[in-house]
């Protein structure tokens, strides 16, 4: 009886690699011809019925171009860097990656997330530039200095785009001030008569890039009017929730802003269960405009962030990569305004 093993298909890493050699040999074309089909190259004009007779043979064969060897005749990768976010960004912010991810690849470029934990804005820099990416697109967790920008434009990278509070010197800056956030959540409750208010500030870690700027923006716009701001700590658990409204009558507190809808409906539900009236005595609002806060009772008042959509970030990186210009520019990337509802 034949040994079973003798039966078995030989290991993958004796089978050979595939080359573009061997797809123009099994299409019928020359290599330059497979190099122009499978790099997508527009300045040669070859007939469909060949491209896909090229693309037909290199899915025969399992043959994948070499993305290294392109990027040196190129003189330049398609990659387009994406630091991982180390906090939970949310539905809206998620969204938002997720379109920019589209339209890059429908643009030619490959994404790719790295993950960025525990580096600091020089080591990050350090380690995104050895990628040698085309574009870096920094979400602000991690500090990007002017020095950090060259050394990765000095590898290559012709496009440093940052999204944060503050512009980076020598990087394409777009600017999300999230101080707008608590503007527009002040306003709100300032209009319906509150004067004592609360801000719920998350205890996790991270969150305080848009945590500080909203609590900070809440702040100056209630400057002048008589009314009071009192921050007010609490984790994303029920127990913390739970603590909070335990003593909110102590607090003497009339509305509360709290970090995001998430945060807000969390307290609702404890000061509900306190015995806490909403909004007969403590008016809550949230921030994000997440679909569960409608279907929350009281409805759940929020601030709506306006983000474009993630094809302008990608049509801005592609022009960027495709004109690099020592004229960095600014631009702002969000707006707010407040979605009034029942709990307020």
Do not use: C
């Not at 700027?213 to 921050?231: I, Q, W």
């Amino acid at each position: 009886m034949p040994n079973a093993m003798s039966q078995s298909p030989k290991k993958s890493a004796d089978q050979t690699v595939p080359t573009s050699t061997d797809v123009a040999r099994l299409a019928g074309v020359s290599r330059a011809t497979v190099s122009y089909v499978l790099n997508n190259t527009s300045a040669v004009r070859i007939s469909e019925p060949t491209r896909r007779r090229v693309r037909a043979a290199a899915e025969e064969l399992g043959y994948v171009p070499h993305a290294a060897a392109r990027s040196l005749r190129a003189g330049h990768t398609r990659m387009v860097l994406l630091p991982t976010a180390h906090i939970p960004v949310g539905p809206l912010y998620g969204t938002f990656f997720n379109e920019l991810h589209w339209a890059l690849r429908d643009l030619d470029y490959t994404v790719v997330q790295y993950g960025s934990l525990g580096l600091t804005g020089d080591e990050a820099a350090r380690a995104w530039a050895e990628l040698r990416p085309v574009a870096v697109v920094s979400l602000g967790e991690i500090t990007l200095n002017p020095r950090g920008v060259q050394l990765l434009k000095r590898s290559g990278a012709k496009a440093v785009v940052t999204l944060g509070a503050q512009r980076v010197e020598g990087a394409h800056s777009l600017v999300m001030d999230q101080r707008e956030v608590g503007i527009a959540a002040a306003g709100h409750l300032l209009e319906r008569g509150h004067r004592r208010i609360g801000a719920v500030v998350p205890e996790e870690p991270g969150l305080e890039i848009f945590s500080k700027p909203r609590l900070a923006g809440l702040r100056k716009a209630v400057t002048g009017t008589g009314a009071t701001v009192e921050p007010l700590a609490m984790r994303y658990d029920e127990e913390s929730a739970a603590a909070l409204a335990a003593r909110w009558r102590d607090l003497a507190l009339d509305a509360v802003f709290a970090y995001n809808d998430e945060y807000a409906q969390l307290l609702m539900r404890a000061l509900q269960d306190a015995g806490v009236d909403v909004p007969g005595h403590t008016a809550v609002m949230g921030a994000d405009n997440l679909l569960m806060g409608k279907l929350l009772r009281p409805r759940l008042s929020t601030v709506q962030l306006e983000l474009p959509p993630g094809q302008y970030l990608a049509d801005l990186i592609d022009r960027l990569v495709r004109h690099p210009s020592e004229d960095v520019e600014d631009s702002g990337l969000m707006g707010a305004y407040a979605v009034p509802r029942e709990s307020s």
